[in-house]
């Protein structure tokens, strides 16, 4: 496409008073051409200032036709995307990429990933969400004479009993959240378990854990926010 030209009315005291610059969308850089009023060396490289991602570059140190070129170096301007139709762009190495595995559908608004997604703060979700298998992953808590249970990294957790322990209160439990505790006896057994008062159990008696050495117990919550309502089932293995 031939560059803008600006005629010399267009131009008043060194400046450009007004240009009609075509800026659609597909090309990668426009070039504006002064016809008059420029004879001074380097003339439109002093006036016009190149902002982030953008280069400024001239021809013609002097004369009538210095020409000055505005080209994007990046941040998102212009460029081919990578991939096929309806694929999510990326940056790969510094250029536009697509995936088949993660795709937009405008027309239907359906956002498609095939391959594993990982989130590692939260997400709301307004409407229903479907999955063949679910999983927030085993979080192992540490054994201690308090053993602490930091429900946002996983939803299901176990520990093995060294000793007498207790159960600390839960920290980042959310209104309406499913949590499960997998108790275990070491190999020596006889340990015991207390739970804070944040745990409340059908009436409103603490279970007793099973003492048989490698015994399992399992301990299923669900949280309205600030306390954690449980279910107890023993002696599993």
């Known amino acids: 496409m031939p560059p803008t030209q600006l005629r010399g009315e267009q131009i008043a005291d060194g400046t450009i008073d007004s240009a009609d610059i075509d800026d659609s969308l597909e090309k990668e850089f426009t070039k504006v051409r002064v016809s008059t009023d420029d004879l001074t060396p380097n ?42 139709d309806k694929q999510v762009q990326f940056n790969n190495a510094g250029a536009f990429g697509g995936d088949s595995s993660f795709t937009f559908d405008n027309a239907t608004d359906v956002l498609t990933v095939s391959g594993s997604l990982i989130v590692t703060g939260s997400v709301n ?91 399992i117990d399992i301990v299923g919550f669900i949280s309205d926010g600030t306390t954690m309502y449980g279910t107890f089932a023993q002696s599993f293995g």
């Open 43 to 84: 003339f439109l490289s002093t006036k016009i200032v190149a902002g982030a991602n953008v280069t400024v570059s001239t021809t013609g140190a002097s004369g009538s036709n210095q020409t000055l070129t505005i080209a994007s170096t990046g941040g998102g301007g212009g460029g081919v995307p990578g991939g096929a």
């Open 125 to 215: 979700i307004t409407n229903n969400v479907s999955a063949k298998v679910f999983s927030s992953g085993l979080v192992s808590l540490t054994d201690a004479t308090n053993i602490s249970w930091d429900l946002s990294q996983g939803s299901t957790a176990q520990v093995t009993l060294g000793g007498g322990r207790t159960l600390s209160a839960p920290t980042n439990q959310i209104a309406g959240g499913t949590y499960t505790l997998i108790i275990k006896q070491d190999a020596t057994g006889s340990r015991t378990l207390a739970f804070n008062s944040i745990y409340k159990f059908p009436g409103a008696t603490d279970p007793i854990v099973s003492v048989t050495a490698n015994a």
